[in-house]
């Protein structure tokens, strides 16, 4: 699967990276309760943690609202999904399962405080371009609301935009019936690639815990 950086892209953040994850032979399924558990102890722990803070303060959170703000998105409108998901547990509206793969994707997105999207292969066609958009671009996101991607970090294929740092897309999400995912890691631009490398690989073995299978992954 090819998977490149737009070259608009990289011009705006020279220092861009994204971590990406193949996965196959997986099995997903309704969480296990040892996951639940274990995302629900870690959102409580969060909310202790950040009760009195401000979530803006966090590097890596603020590190991609700078981001956002140099490709032309709004942070204060269209926040980071690392950013939301914070801003959730803050207010303890802990969340829901979904299923393993959803969850752990929940999951790792918090322990690692970046945006994550994981993705149905089954439902993807061809080459993969990580871009911005245009007041072309859109998708039925997983909310069911039709996302305007202009101005927008997108990850996109043969059929169009799929995926976002922001809210990913219906047509690609993982369900119990997914074999085989991709996961993409919206990495700090600020992270080494050493750095950047012991994450992914990280992530891709606790994934594989849960759901069994391969993985391939790399940093582009």
């Known amino acids: 699967m090819e998977i490149q950086i737009h070259e608009e892209l990289k011009q705006l953040i020279p220092e861009f990276k994204i971590g990406v994850v193949h996965y196959r032979d997986i099995q997903v399924s309704d969480s296990p309760q040892m996951l639940k558990g274990r995302l629900r102890l870690f959102q409580e722990s969060l909310y202790f943690d950040y009760e009195d803070k401000k979530i803006t ?5 603020n590190e991609w609202r700078k981001l956002f ?4 998105t709004d942070p204060n409108r269209y926040r980071p999904s690392n950013e939301a998901l914070y801003r959730r547990v803050q207010k303890q509206q802990f969340l829901p399962t979904v299923n393993s793969a959803v969850d752990m994707n929940n999951f790792l997105s918090l322990q690692y405080q970046t945006p994550l999207g994981i993705y ?9 371009s990580i ?3 245009t007041d072309q671009d859109s998708y039925i996101a997983i909310n069911e609301r039709e996302i305007s991607l202009t101005n927008k970090l997108h990850s996109c294929d043969q ?16 369900t119990t019936n997914t074999t085989e995912a991709l996961h993409l890691i919206y990495l700090q631009p600020s992270l080494s690639i050493d750095k950047s490398m012991q994450l992914v690989q990280a992530l891709s073995k606790m994934f594989t815990q ?3 299978g391969d993985a391939d992954y790399t940093v582009i």
């Open 159 to 174: 059929k169009g935009p799929f995926g976002s740092p922001y809210v990913d897309s219906k047509r690609t999400a993982v």
């Open 210 to 212: 849960i759901h069994g």
């Open 57 to 61: 303060d966090i590097p890596a959170i």
């Open 131 to 133: 871009k911005l958009g």
């Open 69 to 72: 703000k140099t490709v032309g």
């Open 120 to 128: 149905d292969v089954n439902h993807l066609d061809g080459s993969i």
